[in-house]
Every structure is written in structure tokens, then in C-alpha cells.
């Protein structure tokens, strides 16, 4: 079964979406990176869709879902890479994604993850 | 429908007095030769064509019919005329006046034609009538449509201009608004300038409205949607030039602009966007 490839770099977690998200791939991300998170006991989640360039309201939901999930587990997630045509369709369908950070690219992402995570809260 | 053909044969015997009744009427019903936009021999000129191509409609029997071939030719000049007289700059009221101020002619043409049979003259009144009326239509329709035409080229050539997206520092896009934002304007907007941050690289956005005259409730989405967008891409927006009365209007329309931040003018925002990159100008 196709399954989003989580990689570890030190105390952040990295995963890039190359492939078209579908609901059921989305779910065993969600599933996937939680119980990761709670293995390698993560500090920062960087999420990288660049490469994705259609997007519905449920991967939208599941992105926020995943921000929120992280946050419960003290792990800050940084969404990068937005192309401008997702942006506009997310903006359009009304998600604005509250609580999600966001940033240009994959160095910006990481460079927030350091500032974020570096505080005590963690939040 | 079946005619006599006594119009046919007044617009043929008849056809100089005519015009020169019908010129008459025209440039008394109208001020357009004073206005010098349309000169005597051009309106003779064109006023004989149009009685050529009407006679020979009128000569088939079919005037009436838009499918008969004649009918279709002086279809086909009145189009061309009519949007000869939109780039003139006439009004509708003025175009359609040159069809029907051929009426008065024609009618008493056929008066003097029908003599005492006054049966004869009603019918070939009203076919007269009917036809000049279509014809009255179909010009006024061809106005609005070559004027639709030229409104929508504008504003497409007005679309073009007016979205420029500048770097102003490393890291720092400014686009200035200028002129009333709608839902298509603000989409474009929003693509270029989306599509410029992630060309650049940019972190900031600064939104300058200063050349916006009027901000309403859906503008007022609109700089919303464009702000979320760019914070969705990971970048900041500023929003700068807000006059006095646009700020009043925005709190009386009781927009929410909490999360984004605004500044009086293009140099405060600077300010603060190079601040925020972790640049600062002395003096």
C-alpha cells in the first residue's frame, strides 16, 4: 500500500507529499506521523507540499488537523512550499487555516521550526 | 408577407426628394453637423446607400424578412454604420434617429403616391412602419453591442496596466492598488502577486492602497482573501495607505482587520518590513 515517507532529522520530522493526496492516504498520514511523533519524541513537524498542486477542503481540513494533533504532543508543524493556485483554492473554500505556520520554503520552514521549538512552551 | 410594392416603387421614383427631405430632417432633429462629427456629404453619402440597399429589399417583396438575402445587406450596413457612429461618439437616441427620421419622408411620399385611396395608404403605412421600426431595432442593437465591445476591451487594456508587482528591498514585493477593486481585478492581483513571492522568494508583501478611491465590504474581502493567501505560502502581508474615511468606513462596515497589519504609508511599512528581515536604515 502507498504510504507518505516520514524522515527523521534530529528532533524534527520531515515529510514532502509528492504523490496526488487521496482521503485514505491522508488518514494513514495523520496515523503515521502522530505515532511517529510520539516514537521519536519530535519537536518540530515540517510538512513540504510544493509538489502538490490540487488541493480539497478534506486534505485542507487535514492539514490543520495535523497542526492541531502536533500541538497536543508539544510538536510545532510548519506547512512549506504552498503553491499560489493551492493558496487561492484554500482561500476560496473558506479554510484559512487558523494555527497553521506556514513558510516560503523548506530552509525558511526549518529556520522557523529552530526558533519555535527552542522555547520551553513549545508552543 | 405579400406586398403591393408601392413601397418598393416610391423609393425608386421618389428617391431624390427623399433624400433631401430626409437630410433635412436630420440635420434639424440633430445638432451633429454643428458638433462637426459627421460632415453633409458624408451623411448624403451615407444616406443614399442606405436608401439603395433599402430599395432593393423593398424591391424583393421581403424587406421584412431578416432572412432574404437583401434584408441581410442592409443588415450587414447598418452594422457597419452603427459602429461608425459608436467610435463618432453618437448617442444610441442620435443613431436610431437616422433610420427613423426617413418616416416622415416615406410617409408622405406614399401619400402623394396613394392619392385619395386611403385603405392603400394605411397598409403600405404600416408595412412601411413595420419595416423601418426593425431596422430603427436592429441598429440600436448593434450600438449596444459595438459599445460593450469597446467597454470590455478597456477594461481589459485597464486590467493590464494596473498590476505591477515591485521589489522594493531583497525579500520585500510592494504592489500599489490603484483604482476600484472587483472580484476579477483582485483575482489577478492575487495570482501575480502570489506567483512573484514565490518567483522572489519574498518573504513580506506590502499592499499599497492609496490610489483605491472607495474600500466597501467586499474589498475589503478581497485584501482579506489575498492577506490569508499569503499567509498560507508563508509569507507576511502589510497593508499600507488606508486614508482617514477608508479607516472610518472599514470600522463602520464592521470588517475585522485584527490579524493583519496596516500602516498609514509605503515608507512606515517599509520601515517595518526591513525590520522584521532584520534589516534597519539609519537616520
Redesign the interface.
Known amino acids: 500500500m502507498e504510504r507518505i515517507p516520514i524522515l527523521r532529522m534530529g528532533e524534527v520530522l520531515l515529510v514532502t507529499i509528492q504523490v496526488d493526496m487521496h482521503d485514505q492516504l491522508a488518514l494513514q498520514l495523520q496515523d503515521d506521523l502522530t505515532s511517529a511523533i510520539a516514537r521519536h519524541n519530535a519537536r518540530g513537524v515540517l510538512i513540504d507540499i510544493s509538489a502538490l498542486d490540487m488541493v480539497d477542503s478534506f486534505i485542507g481540513r487535514m492539514l490543520s488537523d495535523i497542526s492541531g494533533m502536533g500541538r497536543i504532543l508539544d510538536c510545532a508543524t510548519v506547512v512549506v512550499g504552498m503553491q499560489p493556485a493551492v493558496a487561492i483554492t484554500l482561500v476560496e473554500l473558506g479554510l484559512s487555516l487558523p494555527g497553521v505556520s506556514t513558510a516560503l520554503n523548506v530552509e525558511r520552514g526549518m529556520a522557523l521550526l529552530r526558533t519555535v521549538s527552542g522555547r520551553s512552551d513549545g508552543s | 408577407m405579400a406586398t403591393s410594392g408601392m413601397i418598393a416603387a416610391v423609393l425608386k421614383k421618389r428617391a431624390d426628394e427623399l433624400i433631401v427631405k430626409w437630410i433635412a430632417n436630420q440635420t434639424a432633429t440633430q445638432a451633429q453637423l454643428v458638433r462637426g462629427r459627421v460632415t453633409k456629404d458624408e451623411l448624403e453619402q451615407q444616406s443614399r446607400q442606405f436608401l439603395k440597399l433599402l430599395a432593393a429589399a423593398a424591391q424583393g417583396g421581403r424587406a421584412s424578412d431578416p432572412d432574404a438575402p437583401d434584408t441581410q445587406a442592409l443588415h450587414r450596413y447598418l452594422e457597419e454604420f452603427s459602429r461608425t457612429r459608436v467610435i463618432q461618439g453618437f448617442s444610441s437616441s442620435e443613431t436610431a434617429n437616422f433610420i427613423f427620421s426617413f418616416k416622415r419622408p416615406l410617409f408622405e411620399a406614399l401619400r402623394a403616391e396613394s392619392g385619395q385611396n386611403a385603405d392603400a395608404l394605411a397598409t403600405e403605412i404600416w408595412e412601411a412602419t413595420e419595416i423601418l421600426d426593425a431596422l430603427g431595432l436592429h441598429t440600436v442593437t448593434t450600438f449596444q453591442k459595438a459599445r460593450e465591445e469597446l467597454i470590455s476591451r478597456q477594461q481589459r487594456d485597464l486590467l493590464e496596466l494596473s498590476t505591477p508587482v515591485v521589489t522594493l528591498w531583497k525579500g520585500i514585493l510592494a504592489l500599489p492598488m490603484i483604482g476600484t477593486l472587483d472580484s476579477a481585478r483582485t483575482?489577478i492581483v492575487?495570482?501575480s502577486l502570489?506567483?512573484k513571492?514565490?518567483e522572489t522568494?519574498?518573504?513580506i508583501a506590502i499592499i499599497d492602497i492609496t490610489g483605491v478611491p472607495t474600500v466597501d465590504t467586499q474589498v475589503a474581502q478581497h485584501l482579506l482573501?489575498t492577506v490569508?493567501?499569503?499567509?498560507?505560502?508563508?509569507?507576511e502581508c502589510i497593508i499600507s495607505g488606508i486614508r482617514p474615511q477608508i479607516a472610518q468606513t472599514i470600522v463602520h462596515l464592521g470588517v475585522d482587520l485584527q490579524g493583519v497589519t496596516t500602516k498609514a504609508n509605503l515608507a512606515d511599512a517599509l520601515a517595518i518590513a526591513l525590520q522584521r528581515t532584520g534589516r534597519s536604515i539609519a537616520g
Do not use: Y
Open positions: 483575482q492575487m495570482e502570489l506567483q513571492i514565490v522568494g519574498s518573504q482573501k490569508t493567501a499569503l499567509r498560507l505560502m508563508g509569507a
